[in-house]
Structures are given as C-alpha cells and as structure tokens.
C-alpha cells in the first residue's frame, strides 16, 4: 500500500472510531439495560474487512507449523495468561486507589442485568465484537500503520512511538468512565499489546478482553 493512500486511510478511520470516545462526555450514572447497540457489531465488521484487505495485500509472516493441539494449547495459554494479566492489573490499581483515598472507588455503570434470550444474546456477542474491534483498531491496525507512516520507522523512537501512541488513545477513549478507568485501560492495554506480540495472532488477546469484560458486565449488574 503506497504511504499516500495509507494516510488517507488512517485518517478515515482516526475520524470514524477513534475520535468519537475521546470526545465522549461522562457516562451516565442510571441503572440502564445492559445491550449493545448495533453500532459495536458493525464496528467489528468493519475492522474486521479493514484486516482482510491489509493481510490479502500485506501477508503476514506464518508462525512455524505444529499439531493443531499444540498451537490451541499455546493460544489458550496466552489468552489464560492476559486474563490473569488483566486481572492482577486491575486489582493492583483498585488497592492502590483504595488505599490512596481510604475509600472504595465508585462503580462508573451499573446495568439491568438482561430478562430474556435474546438479550442474554446481545450482550454475550456485543461483549466479544466491543473486545475484537478494540483488539484489532488497538492492538493491530494502529501500531502496524503507525510503523508505515511514522518518519525514519526503522529508528528507535519511531517504533516507540508506534507502540505508545495507540496504547494513549485506548487509556483516554475510556476518560468517560473516570480517571481509575483510563489508568486501569492504559496497564490492559499494555498486557493486551505484549499478549498480541508474543503470540503473534490477536485471538488470545480477544479471548481475554471478551472474558476480562464480560466479568466486568457481571460485577457491573444492579442487584
């Protein structure tokens, strides 16, 4: 892909997905039905053909083959081990903010917990689409275009750059949930980042971040 139609590209999508969380105001406190809007769905599928069309131009280097059981074992570590990550980081900061202002820090939601099947199903997929399109704008598109696009992107604060820079954007495109949720997304992220990394594929991060904000969903319930 010529640097040009790269940069067009990257604007586009800076606009379309970008942008909007980091101007988006406070959440608001209510009680409100836990359901995803279709807007996450057709996010996903977007970010989805957005990777398709980059692999079919751009093939990505193939991991060395192995058993299929051995390389579901390795993803099903990585994606175990990202949850523990994600976990231990969130607790860490929670006791670090508990322990600052001697109290409990708030919950930012607190949702309707769904009533029927098909709202059960709408949270179930909603959960995975919100995780895969953080994921693949995040921990993919992002860091790999920025490493085109970034002068001298050979140099060393060139490639740091392209790593800092999206991980920022994911910690402030949570602002709306307060000041414990952007710091909390900046150390998932960074797990999230060093999990796509060391795998090589974005599927244990996914699996992750589905299960990491599905136990979120849960906890955030009204009971």
């Given at each position: 892909m010529k640097k040009r139609s790269c940069a067009i590209e990257f604007l586009l999508i800076f606009a379309l997905f970008v942008l909007p969380p980091l101007t988006q105001g406070p959440a608001s406190q209510p009680p409100r039905p836990a359901l995803y809007p279709i807007q996450v769905f057709t996010n996903a599928l977007c970010m989805a053909l957005i990777l398709y069309i980059q692999t079919k131009a751009a093939p990505r280097k193939k991991p060395e083959a192995g058993p299929r059981w051995l390389r579901c074992t390795v993803t099903a570590a990585a994606a175990l081990a990202a949850f523990g990550g994600l976990c231990l980081s969130a607790s860490l900061i929670q006791l670090t903010l508990y322990l600052l202002s001697g109290s409990q820090p708030a919950t930012p939601l607190t949702l309707l917990q769904p009533e029927s099947l098909p709202a059960w199903i709408n949270c179930i997929t909603g959960t995975a689409a919100a995780a895969f399109f953080e994921e693949a704008l995040f921990r993919r598109y992002l860091p790999?275009?920025?490493?085109?696009?970034?002068?001298?992107?050979?140099?060393?604060?060139?490639?740091?750059?392209?790593?800092?820079?999206?991980l920022a954007l994911f910690a402030l495109s949570h602002r709306y949930l307060g000041t414990p949720s952007v710091i909390n997304a900046l150390a998932c992220g960074l797990v999230l980042r060093l999990c796509t990394l060391k795998a090589g594929s974005l599927l244990p991060a996914v699996a992750a971040h589905t299960a990491y904000n599905g136990a979120l969903l849960i906890l955030s319930f009204g009971m």
């Open positions: 790999d275009t920025l490493a085109i696009l970034l002068p001298k992107k050979d140099s060393r604060p060139s490639r740091a750059a392209a790593e800092l820079i999206p």
